[in-house]
């Protein structure tokens, strides 16, 4: 049984950091893709990054970009999002997802992913 959980959100003043980790079990890891995605309630869910299978080509929203690196540690099934200058407008719940595929051009769509997670808040007061 496939399962990914998503850690490290909480609540953080505006101009300050968080990471995200996400781990995956019952998969092989490093043959997925992954995804970071967030949604605020009443809005669709939106692609925030993502990252082939082997960490060599990654992708960001032009929201994130040069604020947000994402990364994976495939040894330890884990994806990464480093969250830096943080802005009131990032606050969301954060999803992680796993898809088979990875097309940069796609790979910020839900469509791309088969597995996703919980979810972890993220608060960013002003």
């Known amino acids: 049984q496939v399962q990914v959980v998503e850690s490290g959100g909480g609540l953080v003043q505006a101009g300050g950091s968080l990471r995200l980790s996400c781990t995956a079990s019952?998969?092989?890891?490093?043959?997925?893709?992954m995804g970071w995605f967030r949604q605020v309630p009443g809005k669709e869910r939106e692609g925030v990054s993502c990252i082939s299978w082997s960490g060599g080509s990654t992708y960001y929203a032009d929201s994130v970009k040069g604020r947000f690196t994402i990364s994976r540690d495939n040894a330890k099934n884990t994806l990464y999002l480093q969250m830096n200058s943080l802005k009131p407008e990032d606050t969301a719940m954060y999803y992680c997802?796993?898809?088979?595929?990875?097309?940069?051009?796609?790979?910020?769509?839900?469509?791309?992913?088969?597995?996703w997670g919980q979810g972890t808040q993220v608060t960013v007061s002003s």
């Open positions: 019952g998969l092989t890891f490093d043959r997925y893709a």
């Open positions: 997802a796993a898809g088979w595929y990875y097309n940069k051009y796609e790979c910020l769509k839900t469509y791309e992913y088969n597995y």
